[in-house]
């Protein structure tokens, strides 16, 4: 009996023993028996010949187990990835793929686990032909077709670790690939383009045999994409602008700005989803026109995108000039006057603080009245206007079709320093002005006009100038143009030299005082009685006795500034129309008499007493004298053509009186006077702001011409500019006793802090 029960407990405890190592050899911690997702084995021929075999994932972290019997060989293989690569195989042969994991069990002894079910195919040989791919990409997607034999299936592959496998199969000639990331693969990647290529297939139970794979198709990203190029502007601080935009289809990306009529490439960025272009700031006013535009691989346009805009306008780094002297105060608001800055004075704009500038004088900082500067128009209003400042190149005074020597085509004194080396031309023009004459270049535009600007700020010597040298001529023979538009002598019918008035020899070329050629006058007998007889007395502007006279300043109304002009009497007006009366009260003629032959001057200009000279060029102070009265035209916004008015600016005649307005004449008034200016009666072009000079008391002008010569800023620093705009660069230069060193930009790191 105690035999028995120690036998019985003996065998427990080997049970027990057996149980315990059968479970520690099967336990093995942290490790799960894979499992095996239902599908076909896929075995794909290659053209040199060997095999790829593949077979639905398993998952991160599988092992797959793959067995193969073909011709009397077996072969048993590990591998990490889906798929086998195997060379001296071909059909038929026996297949069997088990996901397995593998680990250590509680006997420290290596223990692989397989999935309870398997892959199982028996693949028989066929014959498979190449196929010929062809791929039109689209939106997302590719649409795909074959020609080259009938197979039972096809299968677009895509390339992968060196094989082409499977993505999507057809029973027929052609199939469709949506790039999703679901149903199909992702869109590719950029810069790494996506081959494709077709496979013919023979299917079997638990199995398709495909053929080698056809010439492939690339396809980038790009071609994927859809045609919304979506381009936009980004305004993130006052004239600091970016471009935004995003992916389409294309595989090359081309950013462009329209420069001088033409696009000119700016930038060609790698493909991305989003892209982003810092213009930096931009002068105010200006007008910019981008573009975006995507190619193909054969450089064929694909998608382009266009944004136009038009920067803010603010006076930040413009180009100022006090009207007078004014006060240089430290604070905005005229509080505690540093001193006193010159009238004509270049400075720059660093900051506006309500009617203030901030700007820097003689290497200090502080604040000027913005209402008394004249700022540069080309500088703050910017494209919104055109600028051809002629008297400061090639003058275009002329009386009605006639030229004047030494005015037609000169530079005006006063103008010399207009017209800058490297920036172009400068048009000073009060600020308060400037800001309504803003107003109306916008509603120009509105209508696809652009106001163009022939003069602005015209200094007291250029209109003293004007009005002497004019004067002495109105007694003179018109000089006239002949078909090479040289200007000619009526009476000798020899060219004119405009710039000295000399006659031009038609035999030696040589210039001829016109004074040389004159024959000394006899002397008229005196009357018997020996009294000299009275000869009518002629005034200086060349009008004949009792002309009706206007007033010397440009306005209408008896201007003083600086010193006191002569009296002058003002023309009676028709308060129906404005124009000026005869001296009787009586309309002048709607027509004038004929003009004789050989015309003088005077005889064009006046239109027999209706206007003198004075109605065109002031005698003594001018409203372009204070900087508030501008000549300008209309063009179209598009070609930069003029609008045809009665005459051509600054034509010193009759012809240009706004009662012969036109159309074009009377929409440019529209737009002046629309913001509060006048005009002039005898100049269709002039227009003055009386209100602002009413509005700040302004009594002063400038005798002098202004000039860029100064210290300039923009957002790299300071640079500095002698008068005729030209900047010094790589070298040193002593402004107000201190001496700055300037870099090959012009640029200095010497300014004073600001």
């Not at 057996?18 to 479970?23: D, F, K, N, S, V």
């Not at 239902?38 to 053209?47: H, K, P, Q, S, V």
């Not at 790299?716 to 790589?730: A, T």
């Amino acid at each position: 009996m105690k035999h028995t029960r120690w036998l019985t407990g003996l065998l427990v405890a080997a049970a027990l023993a057996a149980g315990t190592l059968a479970a520690a050899y099967f336990i093995t911690p942290g490790v799960r028996r894979p499992s095996l997702s239902e599908g076909d084995i896929l075995a794909c021929m290659e053209a040199d010949g060997s095999l790829v075999l593949s077979w639905p994932d398993a998952g991160a972290g599988s092992v797959y187990l793959v067995e193969l019997h073909a011709g009397g060989q077996s072969l048993r293989q590990h591998t990490e990835k889906p798929a086998l690569a195997l060379t001296g195989v071909s059909a038929p042969f026996q297949v069997r793929v088990q996901a397995a994991a593998s680990g250590k069990n509680l006997l420290g002894m290596d223990r692989e686990l397989t999935s309870l079910t398997s892959l199982n195919a028996e693949v028989a040989s066929a014959a498979l032909e190449t196929p010929v791919l062809t791929g039109e990409p689209e939106r997302g997607a590719m649409t795909f077709s074959w020609e080259g034999g009938k197979s039972p299936v096809y299968a677009v592959c895509a390339l992968k670790d060196g094989v082409y496998l499977p993505v999507v199969s057809s029973s027929g000639t052609g199939t469709y690939l949506r790039f999703d990331g679901k149903e199909g693969p992702e869109l590719p990647a950029h810069g790494q383009p996506l081959e494709l290529a077709l496979r013919a297939g023979a299917p079997g139970a638990g199995y398709v045999l495909y053929g080698p794979p056809s010439v492939p198709v690339t396809v980038e990203r790009g071609e994927l994409l859809g045609d919304e190029l979506s381009l936009a502007v980004q305004e993130t601080e006052p004239r600091v602008y970016a471009l935004e935009w995003n992916e389409a289809r294309g595989v090359e990306y081309e950013l462009r700005e329209w420069q001088d009529g033409a696009w000119v490439t700016l930038d060609r960025p790698e493909p991305a989803e989003t892209f982003r272009c810092d213009l930096g700031r931009l002068d105010s006013g200006s007008y910019h026109r981008y573009q975006v535009l995507t190619r193909d691989r054969g450089g064929e346009r694909q998608v382009e995108e266009e944004v136009s805009f038009y920067a803010t306008v603010t006076p930040l780094y413009c180009t100022v000039w006090p009207i007078i002297d004014l006060d240089f105060c430290e604070s905005a608001g005229g509080v505690q006057s540093l001193g006193r800055i010159p009238a004509g004075t270049t400075l720059c704009v660093l900051e506006e603080d309500g009617q203030w500038f901030r700007v820097r004088y003689k290497d200090r900082y502080g604040y000027v009245d913005s209402r008394c500067c004249m700022v540069n128009l080309s500088e703050y209003t910017g494209d919104y206007c055109a600028y051809d400042i002629t008297n400061s190149y090639k003058s275009l005074f002329k009386v009605h079709d006639s030229p004047m020597a030494t005015i037609t085509g000169q530079v005006i004194p006063g103008f010399e320093n207009m017209l800058t080396e490297e920036d172009g031309f400068l048009v000073p023009y009060l600020y308060p002005c400037a800001q309504k004459l803003l107003s109306a270049a916008q509603a120009a535009l509105e209508d696809g006009y652009r106001l163009k600007i022939y003069e602005a700020f015209r200094p007291n010597e250029a209109t003293r100038y004007l009005y002497d040298t004019a004067a002495a001529k109105l007694a003179d023979p018109a000089l006239v143009l002949d078909e090479e538009e040289n200007a000619v002598d009526p009476v000798t019918g020899w060219r004119v030299d405009l710039t000295s008035g000399f006659l031009i020899d038609p035999e030696t070329e040589e210039l001829i005082d016109p004074a040389s050629l004159l024959e000394p006058e006899e002397e008229e007998a005196l009357p018997e009685d020996g009294a000299e007889e009275e000869l009518p007395q002629t005034p200086e502007d060349g009008t004949e006795e009792g002309a009706p006279q206007m007033p010397e300043d440009e306005s209408g109304l008896l201007e003083t500034g600086g010193e006191t002009p002569e009296e002058v009497e003002l023309t009676e007006e028709d308060p129906e129309t404005g124009e000026p009366l005869a001296e009787d009260g009586e309309e002048p003629p709607e027509e004038p008499e004929e003009i004789p032959d050989n015309p003088t001057y005077g005889a064009i200009m006046t239109d027999n007493g209706r206007f003198r000279l004075g109605s065109f060029l002031a005698a003594v102070t001018s409203a372009h004298n204070r900087g508030i009265a501008l000549d300008l035209t209309l063009e179209t916004a598009d070609v930069q053509a003029e609008l045809e008015m009665q005459s051509a600016i600054h034509d010193l005649s009759w012809y240009s009186a706004v009662y012969l307005n036109n159309d074009n004449a009377e929409l440019l008034a529209g737009y002046m006077t629309g913001t509060g200016m006048a005009g002039l009666s005898s100049e269709w072009w002039h227009f003055q702001d009386n209100e602002t000079r009413e509005a700040i008391g302004l009594t002063s002008y400038l005798y002098k011409g202004v000039d860029a010569g100064g210290w300039t800023r923009d957002d790299r620093g300071w640079r500095y500019r002698d008068p005729s705009g030209r900047y010094y660069r790589g070298t040193t230069v002593t402004v107000d006793g201190k001496r700055y060193t300037l870099d090959r930009d012009g640029y200095t790191s010497q300014a004073p802090a600001e």
